[in-house]
Nanobody, 120 residues
Framework: QVQLVESGGGLVQAGGSLRLSCAAS????????MGWYRQPPGKQRELVAR???????NYADSVQGRFTISRDSAKNTVYLQMNSLKPEDTDVYYC??????????????WGQGTQVTVSS
């Protein structure tokens, strides 16, 4: 198993910034990417950003240019720097991890989630 522990959520005004952290522990050889997801009401959990062990990144169109994902391999930790936050970014953000292949990214492990609230 892989354990994912998130931190860094909170309340911020529109236009502000937050940084989320996710630390992985356990059988981390079972994962080769980590990412952040959110689940708008009534919708499926969606990708926000992800980063592979090789440093390749992907972002949702809605956050491109505002959010930056990075990682500290020595600490098995990924970060999500969120700038220019908008009220529509309000959600519970989940750290997810798994293995990717040429055709898919598995979502095998999840953190407990951290609330991000952006006030207008």
């Amino acid at each position: 198993q892989v354990q994912l522990v998130e931190s860094g959520g909170g309340l911020v005004q529109a236009g502000g910034s937050l940084r989320l952290s996710c630390a992985a522990s356990g059988n981390i050889f079972r994962i080769n990417y980590m990412g952040w997801y959110r689940q708008p009401p009534g919708k499926q959990r969606e990708l926000v950003a992800r980063i592979t062990n090789s440093g390749r990144t992907n972002y949702a169109d809605s956050v491109q240019g505002r959010f930056t994902i990075s990682r500290d391999s020595a600490k098995n930790t990924v970060y999500l720097q969120m700038n220019s936050l908008k009220p529509e970014d309000t959600d519970v953000y989940y750290c997810g991890a798994g293995r990717y292949t040429a055709v898919a990214y598995s979502r095998d492990f999840w953190g407990q989630g951290t609330q991000v609230t952006v006030s207008s």
